[in-house]
């Protein structure tokens, strides 16, 4: 059965018994149809040559002869326009949400680079389309468990099973945050896509920037038993970068390594020099359960969460927007191997780094 509001005909090309492509060698749709002409003359005045060797009446012979040449005009340029047929249907298909039929290209001329274009055009609404579901799907489903939460702690208050003590306002509170933090992560994607972010660069010194972030972090992480600690190599190093979006990364990472840290667990925060003058880096390191070795790029995609079931509250959209941000400044982030010993051998690692250009290092 063919997949809904798609043509079960679809697939189906044109029979290609007439689709002969003999001038796809020239690369200049005028040259072809200049060769068109010309054979089609040619083929006229031999054809009429041979009726008049035939002994063929004129009358007889001349509209066989125009026949006959636009028989042969119509097989070339059927091939010389197949192209331009084909985009009609795959056009057709798109707009009934098929983006599965593509356009044989075999030229090198106008139509062919047309051709070409359109099926990369194709492609890329392909993708953007099955983007666009899936993100609808993902907000659909983060937005429904903070939403129900929320109604069922409501509704408990609005029929007194539950008593509007500090504890069940302190529920409705944090299921209020998370919705708040999805639609600030969901505006900060949509500016990411419409490209409207400027950055207002300055020197940051990261000592007290570092203690700014970790205080915020520890209060949004709802006193979790973990140790915060900050290492910062020299004391007084600095970056140029846009503090209010470098915030937003560290936080991000923060919040995230709050997560997943266990009881009593550590987050070791650092930021140093890199060798050989390259920028400055900033790591954010947990003792959680870390990211899968083959997660490590994956993770910073929107509403990915490193491969295993989470159910810390997260949206899955803080490290995509934090790699935004560094790339807003021409840096890189990315996961790196966990120095522990113990988890090393299983290919996870907690360890993140952010990587940032220092123009003053190479001035």
Do not use: C
């Not at 056009?91 to 139509?111: I, K, P, Q």
């Not at 927007?321 to 090393?344: F, Y």
């Amino acid at each position: 059965m063919a997949p809904a509001g798609r043509d079960p005909e679809s697939h189906r090309r044109v029979p290609e018994r007439l689709d002969v492509r003999p001038l796809d060698r020239f690369r200049s749709f005028k040259v072809k149809l200049g060769v068109l002409v010309a054979a089609s003359v040619t083929v006229a005045a031999l054809l009429t040559q041979l009726s008049i060797r035939a002994g063929i009446a004129p009358l007889l012979a001349l509209p066989l002869v125009v026949l006959a040449a636009l028989v042969f005009t119509q097989v070339l340029a059927r091939g010389m326009t197949s192209p331009l047929r084909e985009m009609t249907g795959v056009a057709r298909a798109m707009a009934r949400g098929d983006y599965s039929r593509t356009v044989r290209t075999t030229s090198a001329d106008e139509v062919g680079q047309l051709a070409s274009a359109f099926s990369t055009m194709a492609s890329e609404l392909e993708q953007t389309d099955r983007m666009r579901r899936d993100l609808v799907a993902n907000v659909s489903h983060e937005l429904r468990t903070p939403v129900a939460g929320l109604r069922a702690q409501l509704e408990n208050l609005v029929d007194g099973v539950t008593e509007p003590d500090p504890a069940a306002l302190e529920v409705a509170l944090t299921e209020t945050e998370r919705l708040s933090q999805l639609v600030d992560h969901l505006l900060d994607l949509s500016r990411l896509d419409a490209g409207v972010v400027d950055l207002d660069l300055e020197p940051v010194e990261l000592t007290p920037f570092l203690h700014e972030v970790v205080d915020a972090a520890a209060l949004a992480s709802g006193g979790r038993d973990v140790r915060w600690i900050i290492d910062v190599e020299p004391a007084d190093l600095s970056v140029p970068a846009d503090a209010a979006r470098l915030h937003q990364v560290i936080h991000n990472l923060l919040e995230n390594a709050a997560r997943h840290s266990p009881a009593g667990g550590r987050i070791h925060v650092s930021a140093a020099r890199a060798a050989k003058d390259e920028g400055v880096h900033i790591d954010v390191h947990d003792e959680g359960p870390g990211i899968a070795q083959e997660d490590r790029a994956r993770v910073f995609e929107r509403f990915q969460r490193g491969g295993y079931a989470d159910s810390s509250g997260g949206t899955g959209l803080g490290l995509a927007i934090a790699r935004w941000a560094v790339g807003l400044h021409g840096g890189t982030i990315e996961v790196l191997d966990d120095p522990r010993s113990e988890v090393a051998h299983e290919g996870r690692s907690s360890l993140i780094r952010v990587m940032l250009p220092d123009p003053q290092i190479t001035t």
